[in-house]
Structures are given as C-alpha cells and as structure tokens.
C-alpha cells in the first residue's frame, strides 16, 4: 500500500493580487492584533498566527520549569561568573568555547524535550498533531562583544528565508530578565510587503553538512552563507514586547523578526523553538509566503510531542524543495562555426 499524497507545497509565492486581497481581508493594514495571555483553543490560536497576530503568555510552572533549567546550566558553565555579565571577564574566544560547549548540551538534553512535551501539552496543543524541534538556547552579548557565529545576532528575517515551512510557529522564552535593549524586535510591515533577500542561495541540508558545525570558529565575521535581506529594510516601527523569565513569545515562522542590538550591559540568554501542526501541514494551512525562496526542508527535525517520533517520511519529502541544477553551456569545439544560418 502506497502511503497519503501530501502534496508538494513547492515556493508557492503569494501573487501580488492575492497579497492585496490578503491586506484587504486584514483590513488593509500591517497593525495586527497582540494577544496576552488569550483563552484561545490552539487551532483558533494558529489561525490568528497564520493570519500575522503574536500571542505573549506570562510565565507559568510548565515554562519557568523550561527556562530555570536553561538558567542552572549557564549558570553551572560559567560558575563562578554571572552569566549575564560573564563577557566582561572572559576573552571572546574563550566565552565563544564555552557557549559552543553549553549551547549543544542544552539543545539535546533528554530533559529539555521532556519538558518542552509538558509546556505544550499545558499550552493546549494536541500532543499528537503537534511537533516541535530540539530547543535553542540563544544568546545576545552587549555592545558588540560577540555577535558572530555561536553567538549570531540575526539581522531582519523571516524563519521561512532558512527552509522552514510555512505553518512553523516559534516559542521564545527568556531565560533571564529582558528590557527593550536586549530583546526580540518585530517589523510588521512587512507582513504583507516581500523584501527582496537571498534565501534562493540557502539550502537547509547544505548548511548543516557545512556551516552548522564551524559557529564557533566564526569570531568577529561570520563567513557562513545566511540568507539577508538585498534592500534596505526599514526597522521602524517595530514592536519590541517583553515578558518575564519563563513568558513566552509566540509568532509565525513568516514574521520579519530581528535581534534588538544589545546596549543593556547584560547578555541576553533566551530559548527558541518551533512547532508545526501535522493537519495544517498536509492541508496547507499556514501563512502565506511572499518572498521565500530557499530550498531543502527543516521537516525532518520535528518530533512529535507525545512520544517524539518523527513526521511521516512521505510529507517530509513533499515538503524538501529541491536545489534548482545549475545551468551550464555547452562549449562548442575550436574551430566550430557558431554563426547564425543564413535565413531563405
């Protein structure tokens, strides 16, 4: 028996009449609604998500359990340092090997999935229609200290330009205290207006086989190809919210997000990850794409929350857009005649 036709949802680029009809069902405007702690039912929830609006969620035991044990292994790491002040007394390469040590340990802990399984299951999302990957622990230093590779500070982007698909939503919980010159900035503007960017030149199974593992060699430039915005991007207004340790941000993957250069004196410690809806990504359902065009799929990275089993193989490979093949000429011989033919 052959397994379900998933379609294959290819770029799917928004025609510029769909992105006006889009504004118009939105009202015509980029001011979307932001949701504190909203009794929603979680499709409710991801259609609103979809649609462009962000939910924030105050800490609660299920999150602070997530973010405080992020926070206990920084802290271990850089014992007897502060973690959020640790920059100013460690050399940049030395700050650079511990994270590349941390980072990974807190990313595949058995812990951390299990209880990321707990948080969602609190936060109403059906354990067995959602997925989510490996958690990220995130951090932003202050006044430039690192800002390259393990510690990437990511210009204007869209999750989707870095082969997500368009049904992923992302989770960011602060681990320590935030302000508005540390945090997460959004550009709603461009909700509905494409930036022209070079997604088409990242291919997600390329960069893990060559640029995921060299982070931490990358201090002071990064030299890894990452899709960037190829036109100014204008970064005001944005929305900068904020919320506790153990609060939560909560946005579609197709969102135009930035990291807030940090001027706080303190390093930014926070959490990422993402979710996709297994109904929503066989039917489709998700925002709409108006500028992405990088190939591979970040599909096979999802587990699912009930017991961590992977997507079915047939709507990964449905979803993994292929490379275009480079287009090569074929050279004539020495001595070919390559004039035009005569024409009768």
């Known amino acids: ?16 009449a769909m992105t006006e ?40 035991p299920s999150t602070l359990a997530l973010t405080e044990f992020a926070a206990e292994l920084a802290r ?3 014992a007897p340092l502060d973690p959020e002040t640790a920059q100013f007394d460690m050399a ?12 990974p340990r807190f990313i595949h ?51 989707t330009w870095y082969s997500a698909p368009y049904c992923q939503l992302n989770w960011w919980l602060p681990i320590f205290p935030i302000s508005a010159d540390n945090g997460l900035a959004f550009h709603p503007r461009y909700w509905q207006t494409p930036v022209k960017n070079s997604s088409r030149v990242y291919n997600y199974a390329e960069w893990n086989a060559t640029s995921r593992l060299i982070a931490a060699t990358q201090i002071g430039t990064d ?32 969102q135009l997000h ?7 004196g303190r390093t930014r410690f926070s959490i990422d990850l993402r979710t996709v809806h297994l109904g929503d990504a066989a039917a489709h359902r998700a925002a709409p794409n108006i500028d992405s065009e990088s190939t591979g799929t970040t599909m096979g990275d999802y587990l699912r929350t009930s017991d961590l089993e992977h997507l079915p193989e047939g709507l990964i490979a449905a979803y993994d857009i292929p490379k275009p093949a480079p287009i090569t000429a074929e050279i004539p011989p020495p001595g070919t005649d390559i004039s035009e033919p005569a024409t009768v």
Not at 28 to 52: M, N
Not at 227 to 254: D, K, M, N, Y
Not at 258 to 264: A, D, E, Q, Y
């Open 76 to 78: 271990e790491a850089f």
């Open 258 to 264: 930035s990291s807030v250069p940090n001027t706080s």
């Open 21 to 60: 009809r889009f504004a118009r069902d939105r009202g015509g405007s980029t001011l979307h609604a932001i949701y504190i702690d909203a009794d929603f039912t979680d499709d409710e929830r991801r259609q609103k998500l979809y649609d462009g609006d962000l939910f924030v969620y105050s800490p609660r």
């Open 223 to 254: 030299t890894r190809v990452q899709p960037v915005p190829e036109e100014e991007v204008e970064l005001v207004p944005q929305i900068r919210p904020i919320c506790q340790p153990g609060g939560i941000i909560l946005f579609s993957g197709a």
């Open 1 to 16: 028996m052959t397994g379900p036709d998933w379609g294959r949802p290819g770029h799917d680029l928004l025609p510029s």
């Open 92 to 103: 940049v390469e030395e700050y650079a090997a511990l994270l590349a040590e941390l980072k």
């Open 109 to 159: 802990h058995p812990e951390s999935k299990r209880l990321i399984q707990d948080m969602l299951v609190d936060l109403g999302c059906d354990p067995e229609q959602v997925y989510f990957d490996v958690p990220r622990m995130r951090s932003s230093t202050s006044n430039d200290y690192l800002t390259t590779g393990i510690a990437f500070a990511f210009h204007p982007h869209r999750d």
